[in-house]
């Protein structure tokens, strides 16, 4: 994507446009060693594979136990449905485009390439989102009513209907083109006197799937953790009250845990082509050509690992989730 999960304008990288004045786009120099190939194709089907199990497992165990479908669980639901369609149609795909920077696979790909890990960014996000503001309700607010199952897909639906409209112009402005040797997928930016559309569009999506949400978050767990963990546990409280506050204490910690490896993740990457964007004379230095492929590659590939670990993070730190695996395989 360009530059969001694409390499097409990467610092030092082919260019999307036509002009070919400078020979960039006559020659293919981002080939590398096949040892180096086959290194990073291993590292990129490691997390399709763990990811599209795992994700799929966490799908199955909410649809098939009907006591697992709470309101967490929805949006847990949708999280794993997001991650796991990011890592089965567009891993392999960015990785197979940011080896050689050549496209092969046609116009409406490219489209859908470019356009649609935004959306599935945005409602993973927002799903964790959603998670820590019920979080927050409940143990803030504990008296109010929790939202209904018909109210907790509405939200869903709004997040993706929020998430595919922020993606749409990465759709519409997308394009092939076919250069000396090779074709490239690239995003026609139009070009505007009064702003610079593409930057500003960069950046309202990096607040927008990351900062904003991360703030909200940090906020919400940082009430909620000092409200669960401010005091002991009461000795005279009752088994059920002392259960209850256990379970609450697990699912927060949990989930902090689930909004830090995302933040983790997707921080290189951010700030990667922020700096790139408000920045570019930093990324221009020839000696950093040989590097940058490179460089990308593994914060791509660290922004992608984000897609394979909540279900590792369940079966861990959820007893739900591993009660059920267990339970299923034994039978």
């Not at 859908?112 to 019920?134: C, K």
């Not at 929790?146 to 897909?153: G, L, P, V, W």
């Amino acid at each position: 994507m360009d530059p969001f999960f694409n390499v097409t304008n990467a610092p030092n990288w082919t260019s999307g446009s036509n002009d070919t004045s400078n020979g960039t786009a006559n020659w293919n120099q981002f080939v590398q060693p096949v040892w180096r190939i086959v290194l990073w194709a291993i590292a990129y089907s490691c997390i399709v594979i763990v990811s599209v199990v795992g994700n799929v497992t966490v799908i199955w165990i909410i649809m098939a136990h009907k006591r697992m479908r709470t309101v967490t669980n929805y949006f847990l639901l949708n999280l794993a449905f997001a991650e796991a369609s990011m890592s089965a149609f567009n891993t392999v795909i960015n990785f197979t485009y940011a080896v050689h920077n050549e496209w092969y696979f046609g116009l409406y790909y490219c489209r859908f390439h470019n356009f649609f890990p935004i959306a599935a960014v945005f409602a993973s996000i927002y799903s964790m989102t959603a998670i820590a503001l019920d979080r927050y309700m409940a143990i803030i607010h504990p008296l109010q009513q929790r939202m209904s199952s018909t109210e907790t897909k509405v939200v869903v639906s709004v997040i993706w209907v929020l998430a595919l409209l922020l993606a749409f112009p990465q759709y519409y402005y997308s394009n092939t083109d076919q250069y000396p040797g090779r074709v490239v997928c690239y995003i026609d930016w139009p070009e505007y006197t009064v702003c610079d559309f593409k930057k500003m569009y960069y950046v309202c999506v990096a607040i927008l799937i990351y900062f904003l949400p991360l703030l909200v978050m940090g906020c919400a767990y940082l009430v909620v953790g000092l409200t669960l963990w401010a005091s002991e546990i009461p000795g005279d409280s009752s088994d059920r009250y002392k259960e209850q506050l256990i379970a609450k204490r697990k699912v927060v910690k949990m989930m902090i845990v689930v909004v830090c490896t995302f933040a983790i993740c997707w921080l290189p990457y951010h700030v990667f082509f922020l700096l790139h964007h408000v920045f570019p004379a930093i990324f221009e230095k020839t000696w950093q050509e040989r590097f940058i492929q490179q460089v990308y590659l593994a914060i791509m590939w660290l922004a992608m690992s984000s897609t394979m670990y909540n279900p590792i993070i369940y079966c861990c730190l959820n007893d739900r989730y591993t009660h059920h695996t267990t339970s299923s395989t034994a039978a």
